[in-house]
């Protein structure tokens, strides 16, 4: 009969630690998990199971330590992923077009029907990849998927990363072809999009639009993104291990977002925008998983876009680690999430 | 130079496996995550740090196994709880009154001042607590903070619950007030909310109001609900022993659910109504945390509204624990949620 005592216990505890004595006196002791065995949940697609299945990011500890060893990280990926753009392009009746915008190489990625109240909408996407990886064709999966699903035309950004360029230079890129945009159609027919790094620079964009008073798109898509790199965010700690894709926040992409700094600031708000100020954002979707490591930063951001007056909506998927929404369109909950964003950006870009 | 080959053959791997042969092929292994320690996060607020703090909840693994050992623990935690529902009602500026309503306890919970388009709406309040928990005053910490904040008048159910009565009577004592309520006022200005089990309890009154063809409320706020009793929800997994609230599948909550049940299937939508077709429900704010047991069940039931056509928002709370979002307004999380939560209802009730 010890049982009534020790929750009595819990639920004085609980109000009374609120006390102002009893706050500052708290110990704010960690928490000590156990070793266990996760399950791959069984409440998926099959195909999303088999995402989940699969084991922790091969070498997520041992990011590489030189220029040569990044740019050859990132040229392995680009040709893994090209195999899978075409086929996935194929299937969603959508076309790509190498091009350039005032210097800056992008994709074009168009569909083949376009209806007409998205005629004169455009999208710009960042890609992912810590700011380092997914040159080129890499970049390209979540844009297919966004053309396919949205109707919409997207111009994918190819922008410069490290060795080749360092900070500032992927919002360099990102700001020249938003400066392009905004002379081919109006800012409330312009949506902006990416995930990662591709949220992040989403982001970025809004706070740099600001401070070149220029006006803000009419919608935005933000996928998990790495709004803070000053190593805060609870999902780091509590998703460690659990996320199959960037593992630990002692991870690689953390060491490839510190290539890219090159020695800046990793607080500034145009590295961690969670730091910048959200008002006059644009209507933003944001989207993450239950598994991702970036769980805290989506949700964080989610809150602060709130709180500073934004209309912004949130979805969380299911065991999804990070990102895996953006894979590929034949995983049932990636189709449904870029039919959730496309709906998004239809509702608030201009009409 | 290692690196690039590892990262291709995940690469690869990632997408190869989505082909149908693979796919069959695959042995969804479940992760093994070692031990680890998990800080209390410095990116919220100090009162929500000391609430993260606090260890997992006394005697979650051993809940009672008597009809008496539950009654036992209700009662000490009904004890606790009145403690801080007074003060907390005086400084939120609302008085608690109790009353019956055609049979069934109710605690009227009245903002001291009601604005003009506040007068004729009606929120009812569902408490959580397992179904077996959280009697009387206990019942009313989130009631006090919804008229608190939303300026509107609250009818919090004392619903029957075991050993006094068992499935399905807490439920039918929340249609007896709603459909009383819907003589009271209009339908579309009615709210329904509730947490934990009375977010499960709101689902099952939407589900039960659409088999007696009684018009649905405006709009409903359902806190992280025990919307699936079947053991599924991979964060039931992965935050297992990182919620301190819940702290397990195979806790006191999950107990004291099948002690509601007494024997009913525990898959039938109004036990789980996540089992349930929710064409029709009414515009549904979601609340929930990072660590919340129930992040799953809540994210999969926010997107099965949104999959059913329904306006459905999410919001998810840094570093909590389940239902911590309904605690006390002294902790400035809690005071947004529900500032939040009572925006979405001001826009969806009737004007």
């Known amino acids: ?5 020790a929750v009595r216990a819990f639920a004085a505890a609980a109000f009374m630690m609120l006390a102002p004595a009893a706050m500052a006196q708290t110990t704010l002791a960690p928490h ?3 070793a266990r065995r996760v399950p791959v949940p069984d409440d998926v697609s099959p195909q999303l199971r088999a995402v989940i299945a699969q084991p922790l990011h091969s070498g997520w500890d041992t990011p590489p330590v030189t220029a040569e060893g990044w740019r050859r990280l990132a040229d392995s990926e680009a040709a893994a992923a090209a195999a899978v753009v075409e086929p996935m392009a194929r299937r969603l009746h959508v076309t790509i077009e190498q091009s350039t915008i005032d210097g800056v190489k992008v994709y074009r990625v168009t569909p083949e029907t376009i209806p007409t109240p998205n005629a004169r909408r455009l999208l710009i996407h960042l890609h992912g990849g810590c700011y380092v990886l997914n040159p080129g064709e890499a970049a390209l999966p979540e844009a297919v998927l966004m053309a396919g699903f949205s109707h919409m035309p997207v111009i994918s950004v190819d922008y410069r990363m490290p060795p080749t360029a360092y900070f500032p230079a992927a919002l360099d890129d990102a700001m020249t ?6 002379k081919m159609t109006k800012p409330q027919d312009i949506g902006v999009f990416g995930s990662s790094a591709g949220g992040a620079l989403t982001l970025e964009m809004m706070l740099r639009a600001k401070q070149e008073h220029l006006p803000p798109p009419g919608a935005i898509a933000v996928g998990t993104p790495m709004a803070d790199e000053t190593e805060h965010g609870d999902s780091m700690q509590t998703n460690a291990l659990v996320d199959n894709v960037l593992v630990s926040p002692s991870g690689f992409c953390n060491a490839a977002a510190r290539f890219y700094a090159n020695g800046h600031d990793m607080a500034d708000p145009m590295i961690s925008p969670l730091n910048g100020d959200f008002q006059g954002f644009p209507p933003t979707i944001l989207t993450t998983g239950t598994r991702d490591l970036l769980l805290s930063d989506t949700v964080r951001t989610h809150q602060k876009l709130l709180q500073s007056g934004v209309q912004a909506d949130l979805l969380v998927f299911e065991g999804m680690s990070h990102a895996q929404f953006t894979l590929d369109d034949r995983i049932p909950e990636d189709r449904q999430a870029f039919t ?3 709906a998004f950006l239809d509702r608030y870009l201009g009409h």
């Open 1 to 5: 009969m010890r049982k009534p005592d």
């Open 32 to 34: 000590d998990v156990p």
């Open 177 to 182: 072809v938003y400066t392009a945009a905004l």
């Open 340 to 342: 959730e964003i496309s």
